[in-house]
């Protein structure tokens, strides 16, 4: 989901950069059985590819990349999906302030927040705990 962006920035920026090239801008259908048809290009299909595989070996590189990932979910979290959208809709449906209404949006916003406050730490005390352990370019299994 969030590299979502990455990719149609990549994609577009492709595009526009080499408008007549086949392998960027010619779109492919395939039939797979029980969804229909689909369309992609060979240049979607290589680029998003080789993130994955770059992304994974990132991942198997670092070895905590899992509380990286958890510190960068729990900074998001409470902002993009609770604080954000509950603003947004007390402001549109224009909601009483100290109204109950009002209060419950905010009791939710302060547990989100607390949670992921706490998640945060978690995570920073995993990464710290992993530094203190982490040797590079060293398997743990060999020596």
């Known amino acids: 989901v969030f590299t979502q962006p990455v990719f149609s920035f990549v994609e577009k920026s492709a595009a526009k950069r080499w408008p007549l090239h086949s392998f960027i801008n010619k779109e492919i259908s395939a039939y797979i059985p029980g969804c229909g048809q689909y369309c992609t290009n060979r240049f ?12 994974t070996v990132v991942a198997m590189i670092v070895p905590f990349f899992n509380d990286v990932l958890a510190l960068l979910g729990a ?28 209060l419950s949006f905010q009791v939710l916003s302060a547990g989100c927040l607390v949670v992921s406050v706490a998640a945060a730490a978690g995570s920073i005390q995993g990464i710290i705990t992993d530094l203190k352990i982490y ?9």
């Open 135 to 143: 040797k590079p370019f060293h398997s743990s299994g060999y020596e």
């Open 44 to 55: 979607r299909l290589l680029f998003r590819t080789i993130y994955v595989i770059i992304t």
């Open 75 to 102: 900074i998001a979290f409470w902002p993009l999906t609770v604080y954000f959208p509950t603003e947004m809709y007390m402001a549109r449906n224009k909601v009483p302030a100290f109204s109950r209404r009002w």
